[in-house]
C-alpha cells in the first residue's frame, strides 16, 4: 500500500474506534441509569455489575453496533477529505474512484475478521456470564410452565414428559419409546424422573418396562435405574438468549441437536448462525455506500453527508430487523432472510455508483 492508503486507513480506523467508543459510553451509561433500580431492588454485588455484566456487555454492544459505526465512520472521514478538496485532488491526480476505495475495502476487511472471531467464539463465551447475570438480577424467576412435552432423543427413540420443574429438575409422568418402522418395540414409563448433576444421568423412579417381540409382550418393575440418555436438563430451562451463549460450532451442534428432536424454534438459532457469517459483509458493503455518498464536496459541509449516513445505516437495520422477524415466523428461509438486506443493499449501491455525482 502507497503511504495515501495508510493515511486514509489509519484515519478510518481510529474514527471507527472512536465512534465505537462514544456511542458504547453513551448507550453505557443510559443503561445503567435505567436498570439501576433493578441492581439495587435485587442486591446485585458491585463486583458483579462490573465484572460479570459490563465488561461483557461492552464488547456484546460494540458488536452489535459496528455496521451503523463503521457507516459514520466511513461516511465522517470521506466527507473530511471531500470538504478538504482532498478527493478531488486524488481523483484530478488520475487515480480512480475504484482505486480510491481500495484502502476502505482493506480496513473494512481488517474490522469484518475481527468481528466474524469475536461474534463466533468471544463475545459467546462473555455472553454466558452477562446472560446469567441478567438471569439472576434483572429478569424474574423461570418457571417451565409447558406441558405435553415430545422430544425426538435419538434417530427411533421418542421422551414424553408431562410437567417438568427446572427448580429441581424433576420430570413427571415420564414415557420413553423406541420404534422401528413404525412397530413399538419398547416402552419404559416412570411417574417420576431426576436429573443427577455429579453422576450427569437419570434417576428413574418406580418404572415399568414393556418389551414387544412380535406379539409377545414382555413387562418388567423396578424401584430405580440410572440411566444416561440424550436428554438434558438444559432442553427445559431458561431459554432467554440462549442463542447467544454459543460458539459457532456449539450453535452448529445445538441445531443438529433440535433438528433429531423435532423442535419446531430450530429458525430461531440458524438466523443467529447466519448472521454471523453476514456481519463482515454487511460491514464492506456498508463501507463502500459510505463512501459513495460522501466522495463529493458539498457547500453546506459534512453535515448532510453524516445525516445521509445515518437515515441509511438506520434504514438497513430497520429492513434487517423486519425479515428476521418474518423468517421467525417460517414465512421466509432463515438465509435468505439474513443475506437479503446484504443483497439488497450491494445493488442498491451498485445503482449509487453509476449514478451518484462525484
Known amino acids: 500500500m502507497k503511504i495515501l492508503d495508510l493515511y486514509i486507513l489509519k484515519k478510518f480506523l481510529s474514527t471507527f474506534l472512536f465512534v465505537v467508543l462514544i456511542l458504547v459510553a453513551i448507550i453505557v451509561v443510559i443503561d445503567f441509569t435505567e436498570k439501576n433500580d433493578d441492581f439495587i431492588k435485587r ?17 456484546y454492544l460494540a458488536n452489535l453496533l459496528s455496521p451503523i459505526t463503521v457507516f459514520i465512520a466511513t461516511v465522517f472521514v470521506t466527507a473530511q477529505l471531500a470538504s478538504r478538496t482532498e478527493v478531488i485532488a486524488m481523483l484530478s491526480s488520475g487515480m480512480s474512484f475504484i482505486r480510491f476505495m481500495v484502502p476502505y475495502v482493506v480496513g473494512s476487511i481488517i474490522i469484518g475478521i475481527v468481528i466474524f472471531l469475536l461474534s463466533g467464539w468471544v463475545i459467546p463465551n462473555s455472553n454466558k456470564v452477562r446472560i446469567d447475570f441478567e438471569r439472576k438480577y434483572l429478569k424474574d424467576p423461570y418457571y417451565n410452565d409447558s406441558r405435553d412435552m415430545h422430544k425426538k432423543i435419538a434417530p427411533n427413540t421418542y421422551v414424553y414428559l408431562r410437567t417438568y420443574d427446572v427448580s429441581n429438575d424433576v420430570g413427571y409422568q415420564f414415557t420413553m419409546e423406541k420404534i422401528v418402522d413404525t412397530k413399538l418395540l419398547e416402552k419404559l ?14 434417576l428413574i423412579r418406580n418404572y415399568k418396562l414393556r418389551t414387544f417381540d412380535g406379539m409377545k409382550e414382555t413387562i418388567s418393575y423396578g424401584d430405580t435405574l440410572d440411566t444416561l ?69 458539498s ?22 430487523i423486519m425479515s428476521r422477524a418474518i423468517a421467525q415466523t417460517g414465512s421466509i428461509d432463515p438465509m ?23
Not at 336 to 358: C, E
Open 43 to 59: 442486591k446485585a454485588p458491585t463486583e458483579a455489575i462490573i465484572y460479570d455484566y459490563y465488561l461483557n456487555f461492552i464488547p
Open 189 to 202: 414409563e416412570s411417574q417420576r424422573i431426576e436429573w443427577k448433576p455429579k453422576q450427569e444421568k437419570w
Open 229 to 297: 440418555i440424550n436428554l438434558r436438563p438444559e432442553m427445559f430451562g431458561n431459554n432467554y438468549l440462549l442463542y447467544e451463549t454459543f460458539t459457532l460450532n456449539e450453535l452448529e451442534a445445538f441445531i443438529s441437536e433440535l433438528r433429531e428432536s423435532g423442535a419446531d424454534n430450530v429458525a430461531i438459532y440458524q438466523i443467529e448462525k447466519y448472521l454471523r457469517f453476514t456481519s463482515p459483509f454487511a460491514i464492506i458493503i456498508l463501507t463502500l455506500i459510505g463512501v459513495i455518498v460522501s466522495a463529493r464536496k
Open 336 to 358: 435468505l432472510a439474513v443475506w437479503l438486506p446484504n443483497f439488497i443493499f450491494a445493488a442498491v449501491g451498485l445503482v449509487m455508483y453509476h449514478t451518484v455525482p462525484r
Open 299 to 320: 457547500r453546506g459541509g459534512v453535515g448532510f453527508q453524516i445525516a445521509f449516513g445515518f437515515v441509511l445505516a438506520f434504514v438497513y437495520i430497520l429492513f434487517f
